[in-house]
């Protein structure tokens, strides 16, 4: 039986949406989930790339094309907004090489990412992110293609700023 994680909820939620079924596309990529906090309460925030598989270990990469907004209690669909109605400024399509002698620490540290939402959403967003958030943002900094990195900050900038302590809810 799957383990009931933040991450299998969350891919069955994504997957369960009729309006964000049309971007489950081959050439299409989906970026790791970010909470955000507004008077509604808890957001889970993603987007929809380009992003296509052209060697063992190239991807091509396109900036932020869709973003949509999760309701954390429900998982039912919040919004969708074009990328650049949050300022995501588009890029020209980049190739992103992990080298070989990175893969195994690459593998370990997406293991480690998905494992942290669990601990991370426990607090998030009334309790610091203390080591939890740091060590999420500092396995996730390294996951993440150095390209998209200013979109996620883009996407959820309260959030990337309590996980490096640098914010507070109360």
Known sequence: MAED?????????????PQLKNLHQPDIGRSY????YDDNGVQVRHFYNRASQIGATKLLLGPPLICASLSYS????????????????????????VPVEKQEVIRALVNEVRRLYDPLMSLFPHEPGGSVG??????FTQVVPPILLPYYELLSPDFVEWCTNRLTYR
């Open 5 to 17: 994680t933040f991450w299998s909820r969350w891919e069955k939620q994504v997957r369960s949406i």
């Open 33 to 36: 989930p970010l909470p955000a």
């Open 74 to 97: 429900d998982g039912s669909l919040l919004g969708v907004v074009p990328a650049p109605e949050l300022g995501m400024q588009p890029f020209e399509e980049t190739t992103y090489t």
């Open 134 to 139: 740091q060590e999420f943002w500092e396995a």
